[in-house]
């Protein structure tokens, strides 16, 4: 099966500041990839399909980049409501394995 | 409004059985796949199944494949995941969520509140 890998594992970073979070697949997987933000305590949120599609409603500070098996998730101006845990999942094929996750943290 | 309400969790023993539903409104319900995630207290995001729209095709986690049968009623917009020989490991918040394509191969864009399966002696 193919595995995926995020880093950091955990980062803490100043409101304003230009956060990147990597999403790595042990195989390509083309764009069939998905990011989520759960804040604490609450059910996970869809921000990017595809890669690099902004679902509908998610602020424009969010993109998402990469094919294959390279990913990354950029917040352009760290907010303190972005504190959260950021999970990738890809879903070319089953089984639709997530990613470990990045807790976000603003200082 | 898309809704998804998930019941059926609680305590059970090790080696028992447990069925979850989710009940569906606010979309065409057999027209998206629709899919069960689960997070133990404390940790990541896991994939269990989906299955398609039509029901026809299911996926399984290989930690649940042979013990968990994913089904759906589309007449009454209801999903159903059985729930066999529950181990210790089952222990989690299970999310119910619809999937942006009839098949399952696609993001999930709305979630339920989830329910706690707590498997214990």
């Known amino acids: 099966d193919i595995q995926m890998t995020q880093s950091p594992s955990s980062l803490s970073a100043s409101v304003g500041d230009r956060v990147t979070i990597t999403c790595r697949a042990s195989?390509?997987?083309?764009?069939?990839l998905a990011w989520y933000q759960q804040k604490p305590g609450k059910i996970p949120k869809l921000l990017i399909y595809?890669?690099?599609t902004l679902q509908s409603g998610v602020p424009s500070r969010f993109s998402g980049s990469g094919s294959g098996t390279d990913f990354t998730l950029t917040i352009d101006s760290l907010q303190p409501e972005d504190v959260a845990a950021y999970y990738c999942?890809?879903?070319?094929?089953?089984?639709?394995?997530f990613g470990p996750g990045t807790k976000v943290d603003v200082k | 409004e898309v809704q998804l309400l998930e019941s059926g969790g609680g305590l059970v023993q090790p080696g028992g059985s447990l069925r979850l539903s989710c009940a569906a409104s606010?979309?065409?319900?057999?027209?998206?796949?629709m899919s069960w995630v689960r997070q133990p207290p404390g940790k990541g995001l896991e994939w269990v199944s989906s299955?398609?729209?039509?029901?026809?095709?299911?996926y399984y986690a290989d930690s649940v494949k042979g013990r968990f049968i994913f089904s759906r009623d589309n007449s009454n917009n209801t999903l159903y995941l059985q729930m066999n020989s529950l181990r210790a490991e089952d222990t989690a918040i299970y999310y119910c969520?619809?999937?942006?394509?009839?098949?399952?191969?696609?993001?999930?864009?709305?979630w339920g509140q989830g329910t706690l399966v707590t498997v214990s002696s």
């Open positions: 969520a619809k999937v942006r394509s009839g098949e399952a191969a696609a993001a999930a864009n709305y």
């Open positions: 606010g979309f065409t319900f057999s027209s998206y796949a």
């Open positions: 299955i398609s729209g039509s029901g026809a095709s299911t």
């Open positions: 195989q390509g997987i083309s764009n069939y």
């Open positions: 595809a890669a690099s």
């Open positions: 999942q890809r879903y070319n094929t089953a089984p639709f394995t």
